[in-house]
């Protein structure tokens, strides 16, 4: 079982739809971020999170310590949205962050 | 706002010759990860580095593969005799300082493609 797991695999939505991706983890965390990878490009960091709710524009990302549990929501989906998101925890007491296969995500318009 | 640079983008190498990936840092981060990404996989951490200093090598193979950060200049992650399973995208991150210490994000270079003939 991997140490991190996300949730679905793929995601097709229509324009507009309001989004959620989930991610799991295992093990004791000091941060968790919420990465977005277009296709042959590189990759943003959209969220670091150590607890609670996050915000920035149509992104939200929330985080559960005790349920080690972390969702990000898009609002307003728009096929610019689609990408693969990656949910990636930092392990505590190191700075090794530890990747989940990531969500590819499609937005028809 | 110059951010992570790499390169080359796209390197195409033959099997049984070396490959170089250069990462520049943001402007003063002192502190380097390289990760591989396989194709049809996640991300992987390779190794973490300081200037002149490697802290944490768990994720690097054990032969052909090295890294270094040098007082001046980019970070450079070597690949000595590549075979084809060396094909992958190689991500370099930096951040100012300890992570751990200072709750810092880190920012990713936009990757170097690695194709192995």
């Known amino acids: 079982k991997n140490e991190v797991e996300q949730s679905p695999q793929n995601l097709t939505a229509q324009e507009g739809e309001f989004i959620t991706i989930n991610c799991s983890y295992s093990v004791g965390i000091s941060a968790l971020h919420w990465l977005q990878q277009h296709p042959g490009g590189g990759i943003v960091s959209l969220f670091m999170?150590?607890?609670g709710k996050k915000k920035h524009g149509r992104l939200i990302a929330t985080i559960n310590i005790q349920e080690k549990h972390s969702s990000l929501h898009i609002t307003a989906s728009h096929p610019r949205d689609s990408a693969v998101y990656i949910c990636?925890?930092?392990?505590?007491?190191?700075?090794?962050?530890?990747f989940g296969t990531g969500t590819r995500l499609q937005v028809f318009p | 706002n110059a951010g992570v640079m790499q390169n080359p983008r796209h390197l195409v190498r033959r099997r049984g010759q070396e490959a170089r990936l250069r990462c520049s840092p943001m402007k003063g981060h002192s502190h380097v990860y390289w990760y591989r990404q396989l194709p049809e996989e996640g991300l992987k951490f390779m190794v973490y580095?300081?200037?002149?200093?490697?802290?944490?090598e768990s994720g690097m193979p054990k032969e052909r593969f090295s890294a270094e950060f040098p007082k001046e200049g980019p970070s450079i992650l070597r690949i000595q005799q590549v075979v084809r399973g060396d094909s992958a995208a190689y991500f370099c991150a930096s951040s100012p300082n300890f992570p751990r210490d200072s709750g810092n994000t880190i920012y990713f270079g936009e990757g170097s493609w690695l194709t192995v003939v």
């Open positions: 990636a925890v930092r392990l505590r007491n190191t700075d090794k962050l530890i």
């Open positions: 580095l300081q200037k002149e200093n490697i802290i944490d």
């Open positions: 999170l150590s607890s």
